[in-house]
C-alpha cells in the first residue's frame, strides 16, 4: 500500500491562497495518476483536480473541476516527488479537508463527484476560509 501525506493546509482568509502538497515515501509520485478530492463538513466527498502520470499521451494531462477553473493549479514536481495544489482565491466555500489519492492506470478517469480508480489515499489536510 501506498503511504501518502497531504500537507500545506491552514486557516486563510477569504481571498487567500494556499498551496498543498501531496507527497510520498518508497514510491514515485510520478508513475501515478494524482488526484485531490475534498470533503466539506456534511457534505459528500467530491473531486477537485488530478493531473496523470509522466507518461501518459493523453492530450490533455490536468483536469479541474468547474468550482475551482481558473482558481486551482495541480502540477508535479519530480526531484521533490510531491504533487501539488495551487489555490487562489479561496473562499468560505472552499473549506473543507482535503485528500490526495493516486491511480497506478497513470489516468485520470472522469467519474461523477471526482476520479474513478484510485488505489490508496492520504489522510487529509484540513483548509478552512474564513474572515
Known amino acids: 500500500q501506498l503511504e501518502l501525506e497531504e500537507s500545506g493546509g491552514g486557516l486563510v482568509q477569504p481571498g487567500g491562497s494556499l498551496r498543498l502538497a501531496c507527497t510520498a515515501s518508497?514510491?514515485?509520485?510520478?508513475?501515478?495518476?494524482i488526484a485531490w478530492f475534498r470533503q466539506a463538513p456534511g457534505k459528500e466527498r467530491e473531486g477537485v483536480s488530478c493531473?496523470?502520470?509522466?507518461?501518459?499521451?493523453?492530450?490533455?494531462?490536468?483536469y479541474y473541476e468547474e468550482s475551482v477553473k481558473g482558481r486551482a493549479t495541480i502540477s508535479r514536481n519530480t526531484a521533490e516527488n510531491t504533487v501539488y495544489l495551487q489555490m487562489d482565491n479561496l473562499q468560505p466555500e472552499d473549506t473543507a479537508v482535503y485528500y490526495c489519492?493516486?491511480?497506478?492506470?497513470?489516468?485520470?478517469?472522469?467519474?461523477?463527484?471526482?476520479?474513478?480508480?484510485?488505489?490508496?489515499w492520504g489522510k487529509g489536510t484540513l483548509v478552512t476560509v474564513s474572515s
Open positions: 489519492a493516486a491511480a497506478a492506470s497513470g489516468a485520470c478517469i472522469l467519474w461523477p463527484k471526482g476520479y474513478f480508480g484510485m488505489d490508496d
Open positions: 518508497g514510491f514515485t509520485l510520478d508513475d501515478y495518476a
Open positions: 493531473i496523470v502520470n509522466i507518461r501518459s499521451r493523453s492530450p490533455i494531462t490536468t
